[in-house]
């Protein structure tokens, strides 16, 4: 998530000390953190956290309430109670480094670049194209995630598609390793151990979300041009279903892309066969 590389930004005019008395406390730049050191991403303390508990760490569930707004003051998202895994990119980027730094009750204004936002692709309808926003942030809470291995059948569905569609997101907004990142999380939770029976309506509901996430995953690995690595997610779900037609197109398209035409023109005319119509 961090930039890696980037220059030092260059000093700001209004990050100089004031040589002129009586300025607002607000405008002081020392209240503000420059969390990635570019500039893009600032928090400000607002209202103090209680200092008795530690910050929230990576994997924990935290639940804050967000304020989001544009710079003309439009609000674009409210939520009292938004609950996330910290560190799973399940929300914005911004929200994502910057609760690791919050006091529990501490309430902060985000600066961010629309990088760690909604990026060129914006939002429809309310979120333009490249646009900054102020996130108001208060933390009211965090706990250890759940066990996966003691959660029924329905819970792992529903937490698995989550990742899996918040995978969807990154893959619409271009952002390919972040795809790649959500539909691994997805992965892990389809395939951790469990201590409970599941019903075969269940194990077939789980099976189809492991299929489409891997085939996700294989799309997001062939824009990185990793196609050792899409292969691989293409066999796993040929192992399942034989007859996947996503599944053999694209390692057609692995195969192709990688010189190895007398391979890959079976699977291509075996896809063709199950969908004659298909483009």
Request: charged residues 30%; contains cysteine; negative net charge.
């Amino acid at each position: 998530l961090e930039d890696v590389g980037r220059p030092p930004a260059p000093p700001r005019e209004d990050a100089q000390p004031s040589e002129q008395g009586g300025g607002e406390a607000a405008e002081d730049p020392q209240e503000w953190l420059n969390v990635l050191g570019s500039g893009l991403l600032k928090k400000k303390t607002l209202v103090p956290g209680q200092g008795v508990d530690p910050r929230p760490r990576k994997g924990q569930e935290v639940t804050v309430r967000l304020k989001a707004t544009l710079e003309d003051g439009s609000v674009v998202e409210e939520n009292p109670a938004l609950t996330f895994t910290l560190g799973d990119c399940d929300v914005l980027q911004a929200l994502d480094l910057c609760v690791q730094l919050l006091e529990m009750g501490e309430t902060a204004l985000i600066m961010s670049d629309a990088k760690y936002c909604y990026g060129a692709q914006g939002r429809r309808p309310d979120v333009p194209p490249n646009a900054a926003l102020a996130l108001e942030v208060e933390l009211l809470g965090a706990r250890d995630a759940p066990d996966l291995e003691l959660l029924s059948g329905k819970e792992k569905i529903e937490l698995a598609n989550r990742k899996r569609e918040r995978g969807n997101f990154f893959y619409q907004q271009a952002d390919y390793v972040l795809a790649i990142n959500s539909y691994d999380i997805a992965l892990k939770v389809i395939g951790s151990s469990s201590k409970v029976d599941f019903s075969p309506d269940e194990e077939a509901e789980l099976l189809d979300v492991k299929v489409k996430c891997l085939n996700n995953l294989a799309a997001s690995q062939l824009k990185l041009d990793h196609y050792e690595a899409a292969l691989k997610s293409c066999n796993l779900v040929l192992e399942h279903q034989p007859g996947n037609i996503k599944a053999l197109f694209r390692k057609g398209k692995v195969l192709a892309q990688q010189g190895e035409y007398r391979e890959a023109i079976p699977i291509l005319k075996a896809a063709l066969k199950l969908e004659p119509s298909n483009k």
